[in-house]
Nanobody
Framework: QVQLVESGGGLVQPGGSMRLSCATS????????MGWYRQVPGKQRELVAS???????IYATSVKGRFSISRDNAKNTVYLQMNSLKPEDTAVYYC?????????WGQGTQVTVSS
C-alpha cells in the first residue's frame, strides 16, 4: 500500500510563505515522480508542481517564480515552498505520485491565504 503523508498548511496572510511536506516510502520516492496538486470547491484538481527522480521540475504558470518544489532523498520527502502567497492560492493541496498500477494521493491539507 502506497502512503503519502502530508504536513504543513494552515492560515497565512497575503504575501506570506508556507512550506508543505510529503513523506513516503523509499521504494516509491526513489522510483517515481512526485507532485503537488490543489483543488478548490467546484473546480477540477490542478497540477501545481512536479519533480522527477532526477530533479526535473514542472510548474503551473500561476505559481512560477513563487513556488518551489524540491526533494530530500535522505528523508524520502518532497517539499513545496510557497512564497508571495495570494488569496487565489487558497485550496486543499494534495501530494501525488503515479506508479505503473495507479495514482496515489495524500490526505490533503488546507492552505488558506487571507488577512
Amino acid at each position: 500500500q502506497v502512503q503519502l503523508v502530508e504536513s504543513g498548511g494552515g492560515l497565512v496572510q497575503p504575501g506570506g510563505s508556507m512550506r508543505l511536506s510529503c513523506a513516503t516510502s523509499r521504494s516509491i520516492f526513489s522510483t517515481y515522480t512526485m507532485g503537488w496538486y490543489r483543488q478548490v470547491p467546484g473546480k477540477q484538481r490542478e497540477l501545481v508542481a512536479s519533480i522527477t527522480t532526477g530533479g526535473t521540475t514542472i510548474y503551473a504558470t500561476s505559481v512560477k517564480g513563487r513556488f518551489s518544489i524540491s526533494r530530500d532523498n535522505a528523508k524520502n520527502t518532497v517539499y513545496l515552498q510557497m512564497n508571495s502567497l495570494k488569496p487565489e492560492d487558497t485550496a486543499v493541496y494534495y501530494c501525488n505520485t503515479r506508479t505503473a498500477i495507479s495514482a496515489y494521493w495524500g490526505q490533503g491539507t488546507q492552505v488558506t491565504v487571507s488577512s
